[in-house]
């Protein structure tokens, strides 16, 4: 005999000849996930949308097959999690994940921490990265590559792991600037130098977090 199911967990399978159960039926049998699908990974937390500069944020990962089965295997899955400031150039400043952490007994769950620091419009980028020469859990005959090296350049990187990519990636994260860091706020102004007796003296303060961004 034979069976096929899409979805994991415990079945109790019944085998039978002609209406009576045989010999040690019936079976409890456990379905097990498949290889984990970037595709239909998801994620879902504060860090996903808004952050502030210089302040600890986190999201978390659920890995899950191809059926979107969560994931139950004892082997952790490694995932490419970057965020670029836009607009993207050259110089852009970039953030990646400070820790990610497999939640022991969550099925498939990975909480994922990250302190920015340039204020601005970021896209983040998430993708799982299988082992190389594994099969893709999509086709039994295509094998995973490897994620192009970042001396590449951003478009290239990612063109490399569009296909892992998680549910809803990229995201686009507004990190805001942080409080106000009397050390790294700077004054100008003629004032600070020199005035007129009886004249009203004026000067400037440009406040700035400890990142060195200006509030805004």
């Given at each position: 005999g034979s069976y096929l199911t899409s979805v994991a967990g415990q079945y109790r399978l019944n085998v039978m000849l002609r209406g009576v159960h045989v010999a040690m039926s019936p079976y409890l049998v456990e379905i097990f996930p498949d290889h984990t699908n970037g595709h239909n990974c998801s994620a879902?937390?504060?860090?996903?949308?808004?952050?502030?500069?210089?302040v600890e944020?986190?999201?978390?990962?659920q890995a899950r097959d191809v059926f979107s089965n969560p994931q139950v295997h004892t082997v952790v899955d490694k995932f490419y999690i970057q965020a670029i400031r836009q607009p993207i150039?050259?110089?852009?400043?970039?953030?990646?994940?400070?820790?990610?952490?497999?939640i022991s007994e969550s099925h498939g769950q990975y909480l994922v921490r990250?302190?920015?620091k340039a204020s601005g419009s970021y896209l983040l980028r998430i993708a799982l990265l299988p082992p190389l020469g594994r099969h893709l859990a999509t086709s039994r005959d295509t094998k995973a590559h490897a994620k192009v090296h970042a001396d590449f350049g951003p478009r290239a990187v990612w063109e490399s792991i569009a296909s892992e990519e998680i549910e809803g990636s990229p995201f686009v994260v507004y990190v805001n600037d942080g409080a106000v860091s009397a050390k790294t706020s700077s004054p100008w102004g003629i004032a600070l130098s020199h005035a007129t007796a009886g004249v009203p003296a004026l000067f400037y303060v440009q406040a700035?977090?400890?990142?060195?961004?200006?509030?805004?």
């Open positions: 879902v937390g504060p860090g996903l949308s808004t952050a502030t500069s210089n944020t986190y999201f978390t990962i150039g050259s110089l852009s400043p970039i953030f990646n994940e400070t820790e990610v952490a497999h990250y302190t920015p700035r977090d400890k990142a060195l961004n200006n509030r805004s």
